[in-house]
């Protein structure tokens, strides 16, 4: 029994430390895709994540894309707004989708990947800081 509840622990606790480095990484992404909006509007097609975002300072989730700045896509999204800035969460979404997103987070083995796609950044005129030119991709 001490071995289960000790397992138990464990779970949540690590459940915990990568729903704040989730926290974390989308937060310096929204900073640097946004740093002079005051208000970041962002549209999820995932409600179990809306509890990652609401958390984060400058951050309001809204319940209609067309009020959003961003778009955080978790599942496949057929035909996406063409004026809308698009990010994909998720490895399927990103390679979908690839041709309209700035660029995708997802979870590879355990590991947090980040890219950011240069063609779409320009179409989109965002610049991103020294920081994050490293997860800048010319082509996928």
């Known amino acids: ?3 289960l509840i000790i ?3 464990a779970s949540v606790m690590l459940f915990a430390s990568a729903t704040e480095k989730e926290r974390a990484i989308y937060k310096t992404i929204l900073n640097a895709i946004f740093p002079d909006k005051k208000v970041i509007y962002v549209w999820l097609d995932n409600p179990k994540k809306r ?3 609401e958390k984060i300072d400058r951050v309001k989730v809204v319940k209609n894309d067309k ?3 961003i778009l955080i896509l978790y599942n496949s999204f057929d035909n996406p ?3 809308k800035i698009i990010f994909a969460d998720g490895y399927l979404v990103f390679e979908h989708l690839k041709d309209k997103l700035v660029g995708g987070f997802y979870w590879q083995k355990g590991r947090p990947n980040l890219i ?3 063609k779409n ?3 989109h005129n965002i610049s991103l800081p ?3 030119k490293e997860y800048i991709e010319d082509d996928m």
């Open 130 to 132: 020294k920081s994050l």
């Open 121 to 123: 950044l320009k179409d």
């Open 7 to 9: 397992t138990l622990i």
């Open 51 to 53: 509890a990652i975002f």
């Open 116 to 118: 950011f796609l240069k």
């Open 67 to 69: 009020d959003a700045d």
């Open 81 to 83: 707004p063409e004026n």
């Open 1 to 3: 029994m001490k071995k």
